[in-house]
Structure formats: structure tokens, C-alpha cells
């Protein structure tokens, strides 16, 4: 502009009328005000090779955000920031660049370079901040009016950099509160130390995706606050966070990614979310006719929601004693207790025994417990309870939108009541501590005790009819079994035909040993067994030992009567579930025999064995890890339980070809359901 400006400048002047003159004067003054005005007017995107100065700013192009230097508070210090253009009070910041590395005078300099590396400088020439983007052809940047700012290609409008990727105290519509696991890029909000120093402060509010995921706020490393497991609409422990015609709130969870985030639904009303420097984490709202931002929620908002107030078992309520333990349960040491020392929590009267009778007790409008070592399936109601059940280390579940069946195991921390909303969980009990005049849900569970005793009775029942019916036949099959010694395995041929059975009932063919890969290192190859039947390999208990981190309690899937299983990863990178046994025949042989009846109980409705492990008094199957399934892993569990319950005992009697040939029936049938 300025160079334009000469132009006329040095061609008006060559006439000699002095109304010439005046004109050209008039003229000069024209495009030099215009030129300035050009200039002045702020755009939203900056080229490289372009400068933003201290007193100029970009702003987007709806006018919703503007980005410029500023200082905040009482502060003398210059920083590069964004915030809401014309939304009064003055400067709402919502994001900072430089918040480590101020700025000391009004010299600061904003460059794009040609390779694309957006930097702030001093007025020394030294970078403050950067984007480090290098290599990018054509770079521009933009302000959106989302309030992003994005560094991409000009051409194909590729996103290399952006300001949503690297929150600081503010949570924006459409940005992401999460973690991708591709890259292990985190994004969370970090305080400010004070309302005038952006500088990163003492409080974090940060998604733990491990788990069910939650968010938590927290002190350095200390938990403030719990948001609780995602419902389907919101957190369990936020039970005013309720869709409606002005926020949409959502969260995201599968292998790449965990995240939350938000949409402001109507154009009059804008939100968002702050933790404060005083570790508070706060929405705030303005719409058009109240001209200002209003408090929204906040959280810390009372003493039930501070982390684990009343420690472990216990439930937190504003309506009554703060603390009081959950039913079955007593202080863990009543004279703090009686002094509202809460701290210790709570214990069982009585320790659960994996025994008949267990049951429930049901308990609504609750914040749900921390769920860092909670497991999240797909079963139903029914589903769940009876998995809980069945599952010695399983103390409650819940039945939760958007998380399925969530089940828990040791203490539940972090409880408490709403007087509306929340969320509903069933808490086990022994049948000594059940009060069926406080647990809604306690009566059912007998009745379930007796039908599945029922079941297993009736297969034992039905074995050995079966039996007795086929020996009165007089057939050659049962005369076989009878000339075999207990505990003996069975021949190839009475395998091989078990299978076909299997096959031609379910219309498949299906191959002994065909899928299995496996590692060198992870195997003991001189120790495989399966002979014409398909190959099992022995795995090292060292190599299960890494693989389930020392079968570390994190690891720790559930606990039936017959081992633990435990969740792993084998050097190759896939995963495995361990089962460890007891209760087991010590005999590797007899061991063996019996995997080889259930390496031939395939089928795809049933868990696939991937091996085995026999050392010392180790006694480990290795199976495949499907994660959120349960109609598999239920029908597994009862086949299992059936050949290491039952089975003993008719093995003694030679009787394991007709219980073979009996269970290769019952996978088929649920096909049909």
C-alpha cells in the first residue's frame, strides 16, 4: 500500500495548475486513508512472511473470536491469546499461547515462515513459542470461529497444527477432553496459577480411559473430584448433565480413542467449561438476552463430592448423616467413625465365600463407584447378575447406557445418593448380611441358585441314562469305554468322530490345529501334544508371567471355583486369557487328557484353546480374549464347569466318550437363540 502511494505521489506532482495541485492533494489524502483503512481492518488468517504485531489481532470471520496480545489482571506481562470478540466482561480468554513464556514489553512479534513454523517473538529476536510444523508447502493460518486455530496447507486445507489440540484452562464446543492411543496424545485442561498468571497451576481435570472411562480432577496427584462412568447422556456423578435443546454431550471410546466433548445447539447460547484456579471445574452460559456469562454447574459443589469421602463401602448423602456404610457392611473402626472420621471406611460382617444364597442388594440414585478396575460387557440385566454371581471376586454391577454391564471387584469407592437422577447399582452379599427389607433385589438370586443347580443335575441325570441306555443296546461304542482305564484319553478315532458329529450338525467343517500361530519364544516345542487330533503348544510360565505382568491384580479378569483368570499379551502382540487352575489333577498326563477332550469341543459359540501350561505345580489353560462378549464366555463357562465338576467323577467310572459325544450337542443349540 504504502508503496502505491508514492506511485501517485511522484506522478500527481508533475503538473504545474495549481488546481491540479489541489486536486492531486485531495486525491493523495483519499488512498492514503483508505490504504490505512485496508490495513487496519483485522483479518483472520495470517501468510507466511506476515507479521502480527502487539495492537493488531486477527478476528474470525462470524466475528465470534478474536486473537491478539494482551495481559491479564493486574499483570504487566504480554501474552498471545484467544477470546470471545464482543461478549462482555472485556477478554474472556480461552486460550493462551505463550501461558509458560511471557512476553516483557509490547514488542512481540507473531511469524508464519515459509516451511509453515508459526512462531512469537521478542523484541531480542527469540522464539517464546512455536507451533514446530516444518516442510509445509503453501502454509496459512486461520482463526475459526469455533475458536480453533488451525495451521494448514492453503491448497488442500489439511490440518497440521491446531489450538484445540493443546487446551489450557478452557474446554471449547467441539474440542476433545481424551486420549488417542495411536500417538498417546493426551489432551486435558490445566489451571491457571492465578486469574492473573495463566501460567500452568496445582489443578488438572484429565480422562482416565483405562477401565470405564471417567474424568477426574485432581490436586498435582491427588483426586479432588470423580465425574463418574459415562450413562449414555452424561456422568453418573453429574446428574444434572441432561441432553436438551441447547447441549448435546458425548463420549467416544473404542481401540484408537476415549474422549468427551459438547455442541452448543442453538445459535443464542454459547458454553463452556473452565477449571478455575481455585480447582473448581465450572460450565458457563451467556446467551443474548442476559448480555453475560451465568454459572452453569460446578463441581466440587458439596462435601459428598470430594473423592471417597466416606472411604471405601461407604455412601456419602446431604440429606442425612453424611456417612453411612452400605448395607451389610460396618465401620471399619468405629470410635473414628462415631468422631465423623470417615476416612477408614467400611468392611463386610461377612466375607463373601463364592457360596449358594449370595445375593443382592439394590441401591438407586447413586453416584456408581470408581471404575479404574471395573469390566464393561454387553450382558443383559439377567446377564450380568448371573455372571456376578457366578464369579467369586465379583462384588456389585450396574446395568449402564452406553458402558453395558458394568461389574466390579474388591472395595467400592467414591458412592454417593442424589435425590434424583444418578444411577442404579446391585451390591453382593452374603445370605447371612441379605435385608430383604432394604435390598429390593435379594429374594431372586435363591431361585437362581436352585435353577442352575437344577441344570447341572439334570446333565449328570441325563449322562447317565444316556449311559445305561446305550450299554442295554449292547453297543460297541460303550464296550470301548469300558475297557479303558480312569483317567485314560481317548483314541483318535472316537476324537475324530465326536468332531464329525459336531460338524455335521452345525453345517460346518471344521480343521483341529489349522489357526494356530504361534512364537518361537513363547513356546516349548519338545512338550506339544495332540498327536492325529491337532497341535496344542506348551507355553513357558515365564512367558505367562510377562504376559499377565506376574498375573498382576490389574490384569485380573474374575475368579470361578476352578482359577483365576487373568487378561494378557504375548510377545507377538496378541491378547490371551490365562486361566489358573487349582483343584486339578496333579498328573501332567491326566492334565493333558483332559485338554485333549476339550481341544475337541470346538466349535464357534465356545472360546477357542489357544495351549497350555504344565510347570511345576502350575496347571494354566491358554485361551483366546474376546473382549465384550458374554453368551461365549457363559456357554464356556458352563461346558467348563461341567467337565471339571461332573467329569471327575464319571471319568471313574469310563464314561468320558459318552460325556464327549453329549457335549459336542449342546454348543449347536444356541445357533437357534
Known amino acids: 500500500m504504502a508503496k502505491d502511494c508514492s506511485v501517485v505521489v511522484a506522478v500527481g506532482f508533475r503538473g504545474s495548475d495549481p488546481w491540479d495541485k489541489e486536486m492531486i492533494v485531495v486525491e493523495l489524502f483519499l488512498v492514503l486513508a483508505i490504504g490505512a483503512a485496508v490495513h487496519g481492518q483485522p483479518g483472520d488468517t495470517v501468510a507466511p512472511n506476515q507479521s502480527l504485531v502487539d495492537g493488531e489481532t486477527l478476528i474470525s470471520a462470524g466475528g465470534a473470536f478474536e486473537l491478539g496480545f494482551y495481559s491479564p489482571g493486574k499483570s504487566n506481562f504480554r501474552y498471545l491469546g484467544i477470546w470471545y470478540k464482543n461478549i462482555p466482561p472485556d477478554k474472556t480468554v480461552v486460550w493462551v499461547a505463550n501461558r509458560d513464556t511471557p512476553l516483557t514489553s509490547s514488542s512481540g512479534v507473531l511469524n508464519l515462515t515459509e516451511g509453515g513454523n508459526l512462531m512469537l517473538l521478542n523484541n531480542s529476536g527469540i522464539i517464546l513459542w512455536s507451533t514446530g510444523t516444518t516442510n509445509v508447502i503453501n502454509p496459512v493460518v486461520q482463526l475459526l470461529d469455533s475458536g480453533n486455530l488451525v495451521l494448514m496447507e492453503s491448497a488442500s486445507k489439511i490440518i497440521l497444527w491446531q489450538s484445540f489440540d493443546h487446551p489450557c484452562d478452557t474446554l471449547l464446543p467441539g474440542m476433545k477432553l481424551g486420549i488417542n492411543f495411536g500417538n498417546n496424545f493426551d489432551k486435558y485442561l490445566t489451571s491457571w496459577k492465578s486469574d492473573s498468571d495463566p501460567s500452568p497451576g496445582d489443578y488438572t481435570y484429565k480422562m482416565d480411559p483405562y477401565g470405564v472411562p471417567e474424568v477426574y480432577l485432581r490436586k498435582d496427584d491427588a483426586i479432588i473430584y470423580r465425574s463418574g462412568p459415562w450413562n449414555g447422556h452424561g456422568y453418573s456423578g453429574r446428574p444434572e448433565m441432561q441432553q436438551n435443546d441447547y447441549f448435546k454431550f458425548e463420549l467416544?471410546?473404542?481401540?484408537?480413542?476415549?474422549?468427551?466433548?459438547?455442541?452448543?445447539?442453538?445459535?443464542?447460547?454459547?458454553?463452556?467449561?473452565?477449571?478455575?484456579?481455585?480447582?473448581?471445574?465450572?460450565?458457563?452460559?451467556?446467551?443474548?438476552?442476559?448480555?453475560?456469562?451465568?454459572?452453569?454447574?460446578?463441581?466440587?459443589?458439596?462435601?459428598?463430592?470430594?473423592?471417597?469421602?466416606?472411604?471405601?463401602?461407604?455412601?456419602?448423602?446431604?440429606?442425612?448423616?453424611?456417612?453411612?456404610?452400605?448395607?451389610?457392611?460396618?465401620?471399619?473402626?468405629?470410635?473414628?467413625?462415631?468422631?465423623?472420621?470417615?476416612?477408614?471406611?467400611?468392611?463386610?460382617?461377612?466375607?463373601?465365600?463364592?457360596?449358594?444364597?449370595?445375593?443382592?442388594?439394590?441401591?438407586?440414585?447413586?453416584?456408581?463407584?470408581?471404575?479404574?478396575?471395573?469390566?464393561?460387557?454387553?450382558?443383559?440385566?439377567?446377564?450380568?447378575?448371573?455372571?456376578?454371581?457366578?464369579?467369586?471376586?465379583?462384588?456389585?454391577?450396574?446395568?449402564?447406557?452406553?458402558?453395558?454391564?458394568?461389574?466390579?471387584?474388591?472395595?467400592?469407592?467414591?458412592?454417593?445418593?442424589?435425590?434424583?437422577?444418578?444411577?442404579?447399582?446391585?451390591?453382593?452379599?452374603?445370605?447371612?448380611?441379605?435385608?430383604?427389607?432394604?435390598?429390593?433385589?435379594?429374594?431372586?438370586?435363591?431361585?437362581?441358585?436352585?435353577?442352575?443347580?437344577?441344570?447341572?443335575?439334570?446333565?449328570?441325570?441325563?449322562?447317565?441314562?444316556?449311559?445305561?441306555?446305550?450299554?442295554?443296546?449292547?453297543?460297541?461304542?460303550?464296550?470301548?469305554?469300558?475297557?479303558?482305564?480312569?483317567?485314560?484319553?481317548?483314541?483318535?478315532?472316537?476324537?475324530?468322530?465326536?468332531?464329525?458329529?459336531?460338524n455335521q450338525e452345525t453345517g460346518t467343517t471344521h480343521i483341529v490345529g489349522t489357526e494356530r500361530s504361534t512364537t518361537t519364544s513363547d513356546v516349548s516345542h519338545n512338550t506339544t501334544f495332540g498327536g492325529g487330533f491337532g497341535i496344542f503348544p506348551s507355553y513357558n510360565l515365564s512367558t505367562i508371567e510377562a504376559a499377565t505382568y506376574d498375573f498382576s491384580n490389574d490384569n485380573r479378569l474374575g475368579e470361578g471355583a476352578f482359577g483365576i483368570i487373568y487378561k494378557g499379551q504375548l510377545g507377538d502382540g496378541r491378547k490371551i486369557a490365562v486361566k489358573r487352575m487349582k483343584h486339578l489333577p496333579c498328573n501332567p498326563d491326566d492334565f493333558k487328557n483332559e485338554l485333549s477332550l476339550i481341544a475337541n469341543l470346538q466349535h464357534r459359540n465356545l472360546v477357542r484353546l489357544l495351549g497350555y501350561c504344565i510347570e511345576g505345580n502350575e496347571r494354566m489353560l491358554i485361551l483366546e480374549y474376546i473382549e465384550n462378549r458374554s453368551l461365549d464366555t457363559f456357554i464356556y463357562g458352563l461346558v467348563y464347569h461341567y467337565y471339571f465338576t461332573i467329569l471327575p467323577v464319571i471319568q471313574s467310572y469310563g464314561w468320558m466318550d459318552i460325556v464327549a459325544k453329549y457335549a459336542t450337542a449342546i454348543a449347536p443349540a444356541i445357533d437357534h437363540h
Open 252 to 502: 467416544i471410546a473404542n481401540q484408537d480413542v476415549v474422549y468427551y466433548t459438547f455442541e452448543d445447539l442453538n445459535s443464542s447460547v454459547r458454553s463452556r467449561i473452565v477449571l478455575s484456579s481455585t480447582g473448581e471445574i465450572q460450565r458457563f452460559v451467556w446467551y443474548r438476552s442476559h448480555h453475560g456469562w451465568s454459572l452453569f454447574w460446578w463441581k466440587p459443589e458439596d462435601s459428598c463430592d470430594s473423592y471417597a469421602t466416606c472411604g471405601a463401602n461407604g455412601v456419602c448423602s446431604t440429606t442425612s448423616t453424611p456417612c453411612q456404610c452400605l448395607t451389610g457392611f460396618v465401620p471399619k473402626a468405629e470410635t473414628e467413625w462415631k468422631l465423623r472420621n470417615f476416612v477408614g471406611g467400611c468392611v463386610r460382617k461377612t466375607n463373601l465365600g463364592c457360596q449358594a444364597g449370595d445375593g443382592f442388594c439394590k441401591l438407586q440414585n447413586v453416584k456408581l463407584p470408581e471404575t479404574s478396575h471395573a469390566i464393561s460387557s454387553d450382558r443383559t440385566l439377567e446377564g450380568c447378575d448371573f455372571w456376578c454371581l457366578s464369579n467369586c471376586s465379583c462384588t456389585a454391577y450396574s446395568i449402564v447406557d452406553g458402558s453395558g454391564c458394568l461389574t466390579w471387584t474388591g472395595d467400592l469407592i467414591d458412592i454417593r445418593t442424589f435425590t434424583e437422577g444418578g444411577d442404579t447399582i446391585f451390591v453382593r452379599l452374603s445370605a447371612s448380611d441379605l435385608d430383604c427389607s432394604k435390598c429390593k433385589h435379594c429374594q431372586k438370586r435363591f431361585g437362581l441358585v436352585i435353577a442352575v443347580s437344577s441344570v447341572l443335575g439334570f446333565l449328570l441325570l441325563f449322562s447317565i441314562c444316556l449311559f445305561l441306555w446305550l450299554r442295554n443296546r449292547g453297543r460297541k461304542q460303550v464296550g470301548n469305554i469300558l475297557e479303558q482305564s480312569p483317567g485314560s484319553s481317548m483314541t483318535n478315532t472316537k476324537i475324530e468322530a465326536a468332531q464329525q458329529a459336531m
